[in-house]
C-alpha cells in the first residue's frame, strides 16, 4: 500500500463515563463507601480541607446523619465498580437564625474521576434540588482556599458568589497562611411555596 505501514493501535480505556451516573440521595448503607471514597480523596494533595488522619467513621457518620436529619445528600455510583465516586453534600445549622442556610457543604470526587463532570452534575442537581424542593432555604453557603482556583471557578459558573475574606485561616503545610473565600448561591425560588 504504498510504503505505508498500518499499525493497530489498542487504547485501553481505564473508566468509562458515557453517559455518566446519574446522581441517587445517599443512605446509611453507604457509610463504609463514602469513608473509602474520602480516604482516597484526603491522600491526595489538593484533594479536600481534611487530613488523612482526620477521616474518621465519625466524621462521615456526622455529616451523612446531619444531611439525612436536616440538608441534603447526593451520590454518584460507579455501575462497572459498585463503589461511590461523587458525593456532595449540605445541611441546615442548628441556630433557628439561621434556619434559611445550608452550610457545610463539601464535594469529593474520587481523583481517577476528576474532571469529567462529575462534581458540576452532582452541583447542578443539589442547586436544582433546593429550588425545587426546599423553597425554604435562601442561602447554600461553601468555604474554599483562596489558591483552589478551578473549585472557585467552578462555584462562580453555578451563580455562587464571593463574600469576602478570611485572611491566614488556613495553615498549610510548608508553615505559611492562606485566606478562605466564603462563598454563597441565592436560591431564586426561595419562599415560593
Known sequence: MNGIKFIKIEK?????LNPLPLPRPATFADKPKLL???????SRSGGIIREPHEITEEYINKFLTNSLAGG?????????SGRIIGEIHTYRPSLSVFSHVLEHLTLVVHPSFQRKGIGR?????LLAKVRSDYPEFLRVEVIVKESNHAARNLYRSLGFVEEGRMEK???????GFEADIPMAWFNPDYGMR
Open 12 to 16: 485501553k480505556v481505564l473508566f468509562s
Open 36 to 42: 473509602s471514597l474520602y480516604c482516597e480523596v484526603a
Open 72 to 80: 441534603i445528600i447526593l451520590v454518584v455510583d460507579d455501575v462497572d
Open 121 to 125: 452534575m452532582l452541583f447542578n442537581t
Open 169 to 175: 485561616k488556613i495553615r498549610r503545610a510548608d508553615g
